[in-house]
């Protein structure tokens, strides 16, 4: 039977499995289950090791949801200040 801790977290493969089902082609699970491998998406893979590189196995549900989010929402912003930059070379 499952401790109230370990209730309350989740695993890093339940967080890859959200990612994964919100991604096109399912690329995020297949760079997470050999990220050796080369599907020709990095950013499928950038995604697979920020939410890796972010876990924490010991932290409660919310805390890995936040912490998931706010990587994922640092790239967003940093991609889109590359685009909004590469943008203004036609302007």
Request: proline share 1%; charged share 30%.
């Amino acid at each position: 039977m499952k401790t109230k801790k370990q209730q309350k977290n989740l695993t890093l493969q339940r967080i890859i499995n959200a990612a994964d089902r919100a991604y096109p082609d399912g690329l995020v699970g297949l760079y997470h289950k050999n990220s050796l491998e080369d599907y020709g998406d990095t950013l499928a893979k950038f995604i697979d090791a920020e939410l890796c590189s972010t876990y924490d196995g010991d932290a409660c549900r919310n805390k890995q949801v936040q912490d998931a989010l706010y990587a994922i929402g640092n790239a967003i912003k940093g991609l889109k200040g590359v685009a909004d930059e590469i943008a203004r070379l036609v302007k």
